[in-house]
């Protein structure tokens, strides 16, 4: 059963720097057209692509955010992790981690944790 | 990139109805088009992907067509656990897109 779990700090400052990391079970990152994507939802709107890895290491972001994500992965522990620079209010939302295989849609989800950015 | 337009953002229904929401894309996404079902406080649960297949699981009064441009996803008897917010979105190329998501509510 493939299940994928986020993790990281509910409450960051203006400015800060938001690392989440998502813990995978079920599948391995490691095998061959395996990809983690990010999405988030801000509250009362819709969602929003962030960033994808692939199982080669290939790396896709939306362009409205590409200055501010990196995602990377860690084969070892079979997590995938990103990070988002110079966080603001705006940001506020529930961010979840997202199974696919390459050419097939995103199917299986985390449970989300929700960010607050706050001073 | 690629805009996904959902209408209606608000549907109000009972249960036994039919309900049809549809999904416009900016240009043709042929059929790289999947729904969502979004209820609070749960992940998304993928329903229709590649525009007309059922997710393993998902019961068949879900459906989904369309192509190139004009897509609709069809709840053929709405039952009590079917209100929520649909959510559709395309993964033609990058970045993905979302619409901006129906609201099925009770009449």
């Known amino acids: 059963q493939i299940t994928l779990k986020e993790s990281g700090p509910a409450l960051v400052k203006p400015t800060q720097t938001l690392t989440l990391t998502c813990t995978l079970s079920?599948?391995?990152?490691?095998?061959?057209?395996?990809?983690v994507a990010w999405i988030r939802q801000p509250p009362g709107k819709t969602l929003e692509w962030l960033a994808l890895?692939?199982?080669?290491?290939?790396?896709y972001y939306n362009p409205s955010l590409q200055s501010r994500l990196t995602v990377t992965k860690d084969t070892s522990k079979n997590q995938v992790v990103l990070t988002m620079t110079n966080m603001d209010p705006v940001d506020t939302a529930t961010y979840y981690c997202?199974?696919?295989?390459?050419?097939?849609?995103?199917?299986?989800w985390g449970q989300g944790t929700l960010v607050t950015v706050s001073s | 990139d690629i805009q996904v337009t959902q209408s209606p953002s608000t549907l109000s229904a009972s249960v036994g109805d039919r309900v049809t929401i549809t999904c416009r894309a900016s240009q043709s996404i042929v059929t790289w088009l999947a729904w969502f079902q979004v209820k609070p406080g749960n992940a998304p649960k993928l329903l229709i992907y590649k525009a007309s297949n059922l997710q393993s699981g998902v019961p068949s009064r879900f459906s989904g067509s369309g192509s190139g441009t004009e897509f609709t996803l069809t709840i053929s008897s709405l039952q009590p656990d079917d209100f929520a917010t649909y959510y559709c979105q395309h993964y033609h190329n990058y970045p993905w897109t979302f619409g901006q998501g129906t609201r099925v509510e009770s009449k």
């Open positions: 997202v199974h696919r295989l390459m050419g097939r849609p995103l199917d299986s």
């Open positions: 079920g599948f391995s990152i490691s095998t061959s057209e395996v990809g």
């Open positions: 890895i692939y199982w080669d290491d290939d790396k």
